[in-house]
């Protein structure tokens, strides 16, 4: 049973991660009518310094 409730948290989590991802690259595609993928370097730059950290 345990295993199948971290299974569901770690994919609500991961939904969550999506949904955070595709909000903000349609938001700033609705207001300036580019598609910027600087997001993309931050999530990078973001997984750098939490692998930094937790090692």
Do not use: D, K, P, R
């Not at 595709?22 to 973001?46: D, E, K, P, Q, R």
């Amino acid at each position: 049973m345990s295993l199948l409730l971290e299974q569901l948290l770690n994919g609500m989590q991961f939904g969550v991660f999506l949904f955070l991802v595709s909000a903000g690259l349609t938001l700033v595609l609705g207001i300036m009518n580019v598609v910027n993928l600087a997001h993309g370097s931050l999530y990078m730059l973001g997984a750098y310094f939490a692998a930094t950290f937790y090692a």
